[in-house]
């Protein structure tokens, strides 16, 4: 089978955001960036796929700025063979990414499936999988816990309340992986080393169509949150407290 | 004034609360407003769409349409939009909201501003922000091009307005194809505790790595009962296998906006702290004074949880019996 992963580089969840000087964005220095945790579920499930289908290779795809690089070659380490950097500007929106990523899946020879994360978690916006496997062409599950694989994809989708539905997809298929999948792999040492050398082959945007009017939305007049006051301490013993607190819910904040 | 499209959305035939708050920030505005509701059996639910603010619901109402998937609603809708010309297109950011309007907006090549927590209209346009690393910052954010400005909402963020239940929508049918996707859905599985989703939940009580096992999130669930509310958990809870991974709050999991959040024995890793922090009310019970929870709660009660809760929940259950 021939297998794509799409991953996206993100700053670290530890990360304290700062603002840039004008505000247009967050002032990126210093930030630890890896490869968004939705998207290592993403790889791992591809990996195990490879794994079962003798003969098949795993390609790993990212599209952003130079940096993004590094992210791939931690897909590669973790076991996929062949890397595709497309590269498009720092601020490009959901849309121009998902045209990069189904413009360079069109130029490969044939594409089986494609794994994502359900999201990125530096913009959450949960919409790269849908667009872009619309673009290309194909169906689209989004939020999947595990996948029966035969002629046809049964997949547990996550839905509202704790709820779950199966949907059945023809392949090629677009998998949008939820944490839960799996549990992703860690690098090994001499696989770390191996991923150095492997292809990560150089595309430019306008390579795989993208063009400037594929950005849709733009970002702007960024802000921190403002700093909270400081609240109320309720004192007492433990009684006097539970009381105290649920009147103050009731009559000042009057959300109970 | 613009001309408005809601995408609305059910469950089971229950409308979403969400789909109201954005009739109602619309319909408050003045805007020429209409609805798109689908499901089978969902035709009836137009007035109450209506008491919200919308003008005309359009409905299509099939057992084809039983189930959601993401390829058929979306098709119906974007033809629907796109015979009649909207200024703006409408939905929420609920599990269903996520999946379905990205494939909207790929239909209709223009871009979508997800997740924002604040809509001011200005003629036929909207303005928009929303939060980016998981509430760390918030940004405006700007439409590029032409063709319908498309945003999807954080439920609770714009809040649900009081029904008029002197109003009522004017109900149009539409008979859209139903045959020809390639995905189907064979079957839900109910969640199995009736409690509301942790992201539409207005209440939200939530426990930490302090809870110490799965059996003590019993008296979570105690509380969360009497309020109505969904339980959710920190990712210390989560990793510690305490509770499932949908439950849990923060960056790398969900993103709740609730009227109350009751933070239980967390502490308030920066993660944590992203992915509640625009809740409305922050109440914080914790051992130790110094848990940076307590820097963003409006109200701080040092205590052990496990004697506090209980109590809590008596007082609770004294208040919605009054």
């Keep these: ?256 | 004034m613009a001309k408005v499209l809601v995408v609305a959305e059910q469950r089971d035939g229950r409308l979403k609360k969400s789909s109201f708050e954005l009739l109602g920030a619309s319909s408050a505005a003045g805007n020429e407003t209409h609805a798109i509701l689908l499901g089978e059996g969902v035709a009836a639910l137009g007035k109450e769409l209506g008491q919200y603010g919308a003008k005309t619901v359009h409905v299509a109402d099939s057992p084809a349409l039983k189930f959601y998937t993401g390829e058929a609603h979306a098709k119906i809708i974007l033809d629907f939009a796109k015979s009649q010309g909207f200024d703006v297109i409408l939905g929420s950011h609920t599990p269903t909201g996520r999946d379905l309007m990205p494939r909207i907006a790929a239909g209709l090549n223009v871009g979508l501003a997800s997740d924002c927590t604040s809509l001011k209209f200005e003629g036929n346009k909207i303005k928009v922000r929303r939060p980016v690393y998981a509430g760390k910052a918030t940004a405006e954010v700007e439409f590029i091009g032409n063709g319908p400005q498309m945003a999807s909402f954080r439920p609770n963020a714009l809040g649900v307005p009081k029904p008029d239940t002197g109003k009522s929508a004017e109900v149009a049918n539409l008979s859209p194809a139903t045959s020809g996707f390639k995905t189907k859905v064979s079957d839900v599985a109910k969640g199995a505790s009736g409690r509301p989703d942790v992201t539409e939940a207005a209440i939200v009580v939530s426990g930490g790595r302090a809870m110490k096992n799965a059996e003590n999130f019993k008296i979570l669930e105690e509380m969360a009962d009497v309020l109505g509310a969904a339980v959710g958990a920190s990712r210390a809870a989560v990793d510690s296998g305490f509770r499932p991974h949908r439950d849990q709050v923060g960056q790398t999991g969900k993103v709740v906006s609730p009227a109350l959040y009751i933070a239980c024995g967390i502490s308030g890793a920066i993660q944590h702290l992203a992915g509640m922090r625009t809740s409305k009310v922050i109440v914080a019970i914790n051992t130790d004074p110094e848990a940076p929870i307590f820097q963003i709660a409006d109200y701080g009660v040092v205590a052990d949880l496990f004697a506090e809760v209980p109590l809590l929940t008596a007082e609770f259950k004294k208040l919605k019996e009054h």
């Design chain 1, 1 to 256: 089978m021939n297998i794509y992963v799409c991953i996206k580089q993100v700053p670290d969840t530890e990360t304290k955001i700062k603002l840039n000087s004008d505000n247009t964005g967050i002032d990126t220095a210093g930030i630890k960036w890896i490869m968004s945790p939705y998207d290592e579920f993403a790889v791992e499930e591809a990996l195990r796929l490879r794994e079962k289908n003798a003969g098949s290779t795993v390609t790993v795809l990212s599209a952003g700025p130079a940096r993004v690089v590094e992210a791939i070659r931690t897909a590669l380490a973790m076991g996929a063979d062949h890397g595709i950097h497309v590269e498009i500007p720092e601020t490009a929106d959901s849309n121009m990414s998902a045209k990069a990523l189904a413009g360079a899946l069109k130029k490969e020879a044939k594409v089986d499936i494609v794994f994502t994360g359900k999201e990125a978690i530096d913009d959450g916006a949960a919409q790269v999988s849908q667009l872009a496997a619309e673009y290309f062409g194909i169906p689209c599950v989004t939020v999947v816990l595990g996948v029966e694989y035969g002629a046809s994809l049964k997949c547990k989708r996550e839905i509202e309340g704790g709820a779950f539905e199966m949907v059945e997809t023809p392949l090629p298929a677009w998998i949008a992986a939820q944490k839960g999948m799996n549990e992703p792999r860690y690098a090994s040492l001499p696989n770390i080393m191996k991923a150095k050398k492997k292809e990560v082959k150089a595309l430019k945007a306008a390579d795989v169509g993208v063009a400037d009017s594929d950005q849709k939305i733009r970002f702007k007049n960024f802000e921190l949150p403002p700093p909270k006051q400081a609240g109320k301490k309720i004192a007492g013993e433990p009684a006097a407290q539970a009381k105290e607190l649920v009147r103050l819910l009731h009559e000042e904040a009057k959300v109970v």
